[in-house]
């Protein structure tokens, strides 16, 4: 069974701080990570993905996230928050070695960034 | 090119009434998905279909639910005797998953939203 989990529901920064959006996940093998972000009142939208090769994978608007194997973990950062970031944001996860297998979607973190 | 397209954008329906929610994929995309998001929460796996496979209904929350994807294109999700808590915004999505293509990631239609009242 593949799971992920989002810890916190809400991540208030600053703009112009730097953001993370934490995201764990579990998987029998090995992962395929991604993240999403739904802006209000819209379909969610692709931000980036980790199959293989360099942890650290850049994305859309600035955005970026690590993996890390041995904390399971594939937190979302950005180096300054802009106001126009807030919006709720999910993780994803499906296992690699199963092309057919479905993708498992965390709960969502909202992220709040104020001017 | 077109995207996931979703039809009808906003349905609002009496309590007890039959419901159909169509999902256009983008073509040639052999997986589809259904999930469900209530108002600003999570997402709510409901089903997946890839190619000719029979379809993963395990997140389908009772037999009110049902889906079907003709042809291996077009998908319609059908909910019988409506109820207020079926009221959520209900998601398709789309992916072009095969052999070596499993990292593709989905595409999303911008979603039907559902009032039972």
């Known amino acids: 069974a593949q799971s992920v989990a989002q810890p916190e529901d809400q991540v208030n920064v600053a703009e112009g701080n730097p953001l993370t959006v934490k995201c764990t996940y579990s998987v029998s093998g090995n992962p395929y990570l991604f993240w999403y972000v739904q802006y209000p009142n819209r379909g969610l939208q692709f931000l980036l993905k980790y199959i293989t090769g360099d942890n650290l994978v850049k994305g859309s608007y600035g955005f970026e996230a690590e993996f890390n194997k041995s904390q399971t973990s594939f937190h979302l950062k950005k180096p300054s928050a802009l106001v126009s970031d807030s919006a709720l944001y999910f993780c994803?996860?499906?296992?690699?070695?199963?092309?057919?297998?479905?993708?498992?979607f965390g709960g969502g973190t909202r992220l709040m960034v104020k001017p | 090119g077109a995207g996931v397209s979703q039809s009808p954008s906003n349905k609002v329906t009496e309590k007890g009434k039959d419901v159909e929610l169509r999902c256009d994929p983008i073509?040639?995309?052999?997986?589809l998905y259904w999930y469900r998001q209530s108002l600003g929460q999570g997402l709510e796996f409901l089903i997946y279909f890839q190619g000719n496979s029979a379809p993963d209904k395990s997140g389908l929350p009772s037999d009110r639910f049902s889906a079907e994807r003709t042809g291996g294109s077009v998908s319609t999700l059908t909910i019988q005797r409506t109820q207020q808590e079926d009221s959520a915004v209900y998601l398709c999505?789309?992916?072009?998953?095969?052999?070596?293509?499993?990292?593709?990631?989905?595409?999303f239609g911008n979603g039907t939203r559902l009032t039972v009242t």
């Open positions: 999505a789309s992916s072009l998953i095969g052999m070596g293509q499993g990292n593709s990631p989905l595409h």
């Open positions: 994803a996860v499906r296992e690699a070695r199963n092309a057919g297998n479905m993708l498992t």
């Open positions: 073509s040639g995309h052999t997986a």
